[in-house]
Structure formats: C-alpha cells, structure tokens
C-alpha cells in the first residue's frame, strides 16, 4: 500500500526545488490550479504550465506534455483527473524530475511501481500549497 514520504523528505523537497512544471494549470484565475500555482509562484518557483488548451498561464509560456519542456524541472505537479497520472508518470521518467506531485483527490496505485526504478519522489492526493505552508 502507497504511503507518502514523511515531513523531512516533503521539506527537502520544497526546499531544494526551484521549477515546478504544473500539468493541467488553467490560465482562469478562479480554477484550484492557477490559484495554488500562483501561491507557489509568489513563494518563489517558477512555474511552467503543462496543458495543450492554453497559451500562457500566469505570464509563463504553456507546453503541450512535459516532453516538450527544455529546461530542468524540480517538481511535476499534477492537477488532472487519477486516470492520466500513469501515462504522466512515464513521461515524467523523461525528464528525471525530483518529485511526482498529484494534488489532493488525485491518486493512482500504478503510479508508485511506474517511477520505482528512479530517483523521482511521488507525492499523492496532497497539497502542495498546504504542505508548503506546514514544512517551512
């Protein structure tokens, strides 16, 4: 059974990250996603938008799929429905992320034996905004 890493390993985390890419950030403001990324962004991450339906979410170019992106990434923070996250997890193996990160509600059983053989973290049905604010 899935069991999330403990505080310490949530703080180094969130300590030692500096991009989180976001898939499924919306670029309405009044959705969970922009709001918790824009609360990460004013924490001091950089955010990158993973959705093929934007443009642009909080003044930051959108990628279609994490395989587009160029630039490292720290953290995959996933706001998607728990069906998408093991396709998501196996692209996540290419882009040697520290963390696999599904928002609260958000969780998959596969997704764990997906990344067991990588160094990528998994976090599941978790908050990062709130999780964020308990570990400082």
Not at 17 to 31: C, D, E, F, Q, W
Not at 36 to 42: D, N, P, T
Not at 98 to 119: C, R, Y
Request: glycine share 4%; net charge neutral; proline share 6%.
């Amino acid at each position: 059974m899935f069991k999330n890493p403990g505080q310490d390993i949530l703080r180094s985390i969130l300590k030692d990250s500096k991009t989180i890419a976001v898939v499924g950030l919306s670029n309405k403001p009044y959705r969970t996603s922009y709001q918790i990324s824009l609360a990460m962004k004013e924490a001091g991450y950089k955010i990158i938008p993973v959705n093929p339906e934007i443009t642009e979410a909080l003044g930051e170019p959108a990628y279609s799929s994490l395989s587009q992106i160029e630039e490292p990434v720290d953290i995959i923070n996933v706001f998607r429905r728990s069906n998408f996250l093991p396709d998501l997890a196996k692209e996540a193996k290419e882009i040697n992320a520290k963390a696999f990160w599904a928002q609260q509600g958000v969780f998959h059983e596969d997704v764990p034996s997906i990344l067991k053989d990588t160094k990528i973290e998994v976090v599941m049905n978790n908050c990062i905004k709130v999780t964020h604010a308990l570990v400082k």
